[in-house]
């Protein structure tokens, strides 16, 4: 599946939607976001019931401020509607594989019991 483009605009229409939504913080300039962007892009691919998303925090500031994105790249990964994982740093592929499958297996009614406690 090819990745999505995020904004201001739609950002919260994929984000806020059932299942899981990866998104990539990332920049032109920036060297590691750029090897990441591999990674990134083989993993969509292999991941067809993943959305994959990015944000180009150059022209979408009001998202990156309004997540706190402070490095780049960073991963953040949302389940139902819930950031479940944010991470700074260029993830290997065996990393991301890991955080793609750890997120799946979350139990999410434990995660919401969690977050309204």
Do not use: Y
């Not at 999410?108 to 969690?114: G, T, Y």
């Amino acid at each position: 599946m090819a990745t999505v483009t995020l904004t201001a605009e739609n950002f919260d229409e994929v984000a806020q939607g059932e299942g899981i939504v990866l998104v990539d913080f990332w920049a032109e300039w920036c060297g590691p976001c750029k090897r990441f962007a591999p990674v990134f892009e083989r993993s969509a691919d292999k991941h067809e019931d993943v959305v994959f998303g990015k944000v180009d925090t150059d022209a979408e500031a009001e998202l990156s401020e309004r997540f706190g994105i402070r490095s780049i790249p960073t991963l953040m990964a949302i389940r139902d509607g819930m950031i479940v994982f944010a991470e700074p740093g260029a993830l290997p592929e065996s990393v991301l594989e890991n955080v793609i499958e750890q997120v799946r297996g979350l139990d999410m009614e434990d995660v919401r019991r969690r977050a309204n406690a």
